[in-house]
């Protein structure tokens, strides 16, 4: 089978050092999820498709379910859970997907905030159709898009706002 | 109806859940760690029917880390199959229609014999997930293959193997449901249509995909389990039956629930709250998509031979159909979507003389589960385009046709002539379908599209445009409860047993409840999906939570607010009717403005001798109460779509997609609008993405996001949303559901725009899904015919 003993491991998970143990075939999502509870990301598909894992390494997007833990090391992970401190207010990206109604069951959410993320960094002030383009990783059940694609809008217009 | 002004219904009130799961601080259920929980990983039939000759699992044990295998023969005897719910449904039906449910119940795992592709054959229990499926790739099947049975109507063919001998046949169920003398008006009718319409596989697609988490006390004897369902007492209702516990020694728990647009019953539901008892450790289990692909929530699957009798004008004046329903192996949903389908098949239309008949039919695929829409789309894509297909013949515009036949606002409430799956007597209750059309038809400038399309076509563009409505009966029974209690902090807690998987009912219910209660919806917080908040719940699926669910909140905490006033009159030797609720306490209406605080009610509420309610009052502030339906709430919706088809790719692009719906009174309208253009967002991927595909020996070819085809933001069109408020006079707040009717129309306006589009052609979309290569052939095949014609007639 194969399996090698678990590591000790050093991630930049967030802006902190986490530390944990994985064996080398364990995935980033199963490690930020098990080893350091990060539970905001999710994974939905587990073969990098639909995007509920989108985490941020040195600010690109990736699936956290394709990559292995120790693949992270030496890097810089954001996670949903970077977005805001739990006692600090949303951030501008969470603030507009909740009063656009861009979410209902919430699953694939973490994962669309870090994609939007990485666009609103790249294109602050993004159209419709580069906004479906670049989302278009991503795939929500519930909303039908239309809400994320102007919470996008909004959060790219809160996010000038407050520059 | 409500004695209170509404100041919270109908307001876009930013959803309460939010504040959690944008943060990813929701808690779904493989969120929870159990300590010491041991992780189960589940082998699963690689063959559609075969006979499992040797199965052997002490290599998997030999895996380090490996702690238990177990399989469908080790659990004979210790856990039953699943309760036959759905069947018993027709017990009050079987007194007005001819319906037979056979008894087929669906075991947790297979002994012997495997029926589909991902049927739970064993299951591995190690320390972790990955070890678990090590241990997996340790047993050793071996499997003697069997015939298939592909679809349904091979099922009925002479060479089918029966699946299940008990069953004496491949039928399951069966329904006939008719009115007026069928016969008689087909003979005399001038013109007659007869076509097949097929609805081929779809998969519901939540998300989250199943996990399931249990906990077994031994010293307490009970049982605690974490699932991703929208039915938590159902499960519990299972579990105490299938693993032979009280009904008290169950806790069922779905924390946040990521999507899950239907029901459904599945192995491990019971499976891991098993190994949980037998192991007397912790056992979760999660779900791939893979699995998640082969046995999560297939449906539809239907083909309906329909048949219309109609008049010079157009005028339908009887309908036939004959329709098979591919359950899968086993119909474990009775016929809770065909008795929808045969419902729902008249739709706005007035059709009084008519024969229905369904069959659900077992094959060797995975079994079929009532999801979003449940046999409502299946019977809308039938009919509407049968009714543009007699559009054509008769050359009428087909919203001329509809006008021909819609029900007059005038007839409502009217009987349909048959019983509901409730055994209530089917009635349209409310609405006026005319002038939705009307309005859906203005707002989507549709005469000004048909008289462009002219020019578009000269131009080489195929651009159409398709029209579908729809009725849903909605807030399905036979009921829902909340308890609902106020805290001395002045704040109101909702428990309820309708579990909500996106549908927003912490805000929706919260609504309610602050306006019946007389706080602001900030101080009402929701909780469902525990068994043991609340004693008896139905569950979030067909439509139903915010009609019962609402009701039953909405009643509840009007008593609530009587209780309160009662004893602060008796606190401040007023009359309740002199009193109200305020932020912090009750205050007398009058100038004197005297108050009590929460703090002082509840100290006066409490049970002791400083009780102070009114006689005959019990202590203590907390009201349940359970909403009954008198009936189903029929909500409607008419849906406009354009589209443009590439006919050398065969690619539909959806140009634009207009719907008008009534669902009654609006409790909070973004959310109401957040569902429908998500529903649309499903109709449109059912209609030309998403199929689950099996080949002639019934191996799934659409096991990962690389072939089953979900619709992204590049594909799914802004969705223009109108509405019509026809409040409903069946529960105490006029709602109608909303959930599902999104997904209900898209198939049948889409084949309808397509077909629009391609008019020269004469192409006909008489299945879905319809993906490019079909439509493709589609188009070849209209153009041979038509070159034929053209040869013909030059010669």
Known sequence: MGTSPPRELVLHVNGEERRGAAEPRVTLADFLRDELGLTGTHLGCE???????????????????????VQAEGHEVETVEGLAAPDEPL??????????????????????????????????????DSIRSRLSGNICRCTGYQNIVEAVRYAAELTRDSA | MSTVAARYVGQRLRRKEDARLVRGAGTFTADIQVPGALHAAVLRSPFAHAQISRLDASRALGVDGVAAVFTGVDLAGRVGTFVEAA???????????????????????????????????????????????????EIDVDYEPLPSIPDAESALGPDAPVLHPELGDNVAARLSISSGDVDAAFDAAPFTLRERFTFGRHAANAMETRTVQASWDDGRGELSVWITNPRPHLIRTNLSEMLGLPLESVRVVAPDVGGSFGTGLFGEDALIPFLAMAL???????????????VTRHARDQVHDLELAYDHEGRILALRDRFLVDAGA?????????????????????????????????????????????????????LDRALDLIAAERGLDPAELRRRNLIPAEELPRPMGMPYRDGAEMVYDSGDYPAQLEQALDAFGYDELRARQA??????????????????????G??????????????????????????????TLAQICADEFGVSPDRVTVTAGDTSLI??????????????????VGVAAGRLREKVLAVAGELLEASPADLEVVEDGVAARDVSGRTVSFPELHAAAAPGPNNRMPAGVEPGLQVEYYFVPPAVTFASGTHVASVEVDVETGFVRVLRYLTVDDCGRMLNPTIVEGQIQGGVAHGIGTTLFEEALYDEECQLLTGSYMDYLLPTAAEVPPIEVGHQEFLSELNPFGIKGCGEGGAVSPPAAIANAICDALAPLQVNVNRVPLRPEALLELIRQARDSSAGTEEEGSA
């Open chain 1, 47 to 69: 073969h990098g498709v639909c995007g509920a894992c989108t985490v941020l390494l040195d600010g690109r997007s990736v699936r956290s379910c394709l990559l292995l833990a």
């Open chain 1, 91 to 128: 951030h501008p990206i969470q603030e507009a997907f909740s009063a656009k109604h861009g979410l209902q069951c919430g699953f694939c959410t973490p994962g669309f905030l870090m994609s939007v993320r990485e666009l609103l960094a790249d294109d602050p002030d993004p159209d419709e």
């Open chain 2, 87 to 137: 069947a018993k449904e027709v017990d009050k039906l079987q007194e007005r229609i001819d319906v037979v449910v056979k008894s087929c119940p669906l075991p947790v795992m297979a002994v012997e014999r495997v029926l589909w592709v991902g049927q739970p054959v064993a299951v591995v229990v190690a320390r972790d997930r990955y070890t678990a499926e090590d241990g997996l790739e």
């Open chain 2, 280 to 294: 007397r450790r912790p056992v979760r289990w999660t779900e791939d998509r893979q699995e998640s692909l082969s």
């Open chain 2, 330 to 382: 086993y119909n474990a949903y009775a016929v809770t979507v065909s008795y929808n389908t045969a419902a729902h098949l008249r739709g706005q239309y007035a059709i009084d003389t008519f024969s229905i008949e369904g069959r659900n039919v077992v094959t060797t695929k995975a079994p079929v589960a009532p999801v979003r829409g449940a046999g409502r789309p299946e019977a809308v894509f039938a």
């Open chain 2, 455 to 476: 020019e578009w076509r000269a131009a080489g563009r195929h651009v159409g445009v398709g029209i579908s409505s729809y009725v849903e009966g909605s807030g399905f």
């Open chain 2, 478 to 507: 036979p009921y829902e409860g909340a308890v609902v209690r106020l805290d001395q902090r002045g704040r109101v807690h909702v428990v309820t047993g309708a579990k909500p998987h996106g549908q927003g009912l912490e805000t």
């Open chain 2, 535 to 552: 004693q008896y719940g139905i569950g979030t699926f067909a439509s139903r939570s915010a009609v019962t669910a609402g009701s039953a």
